[in-house]
């Protein structure tokens, strides 16, 4: 069955960094797109960058363009969010998300707090 860990969270001061890892089992995890979502206490899920099957195409949500960077090693079933000058506002916990037939896939979420 699809299984997808996310590890990397933790607390940072504001202008800090972080990288999560997401380790993906059960699926061809080179033959699908993987993304990154968040959810902030009180608001709703939201996308927070998108990779393609083959790491040649990324696209990410307006709030964090150009401070992270999303990544994959097919050799090694992971997908990773490098997190640079984080903010108090991307506090959140980050939740690692495949599909597949329209079946949405999660793994159970990091927490990352932005906070001096």
């Known amino acids: 069955q699809v299984r997808l860990v996310e590890s990397g969270g933790g607390k940072v001061q504001p202008g800090g960094s972080l990288r999560l890892s997401c380790a993906a089992s059960?699926?061809?995890?080179?033959?699908?797109?993987m993304r990154w979502y968040r959810q902030a206490p009180g608001k709703e899920r939201e996308l927070v960058a998108s990779?393609?099957?083959?790491?040649?195409?990324?696209n990410y949500a307006d709030s964090v363009k150009g401070r992270f960077t999303i990544s994959r090693d097919n050799a090694k079933n992971t997908v990773y969010l490098q997190m640079n000058s984080l903010k108090p506002e991307d506090t959140a916990v980050y939740y690692c998300?495949?599909?597949?037939?329209?079946?949405?896939?999660w793994g159970q979420g990091t927490q990352v707090t932005v906070s001096s």
């Open positions: 990779i393609a099957s083959t790491g040649g195409s990324t």
């Open positions: 998300n495949t599909m597949d037939l329209r079946v949405n896939y």
């Open positions: 059960g699926f061809t995890f080179s033959s699908y797109a």
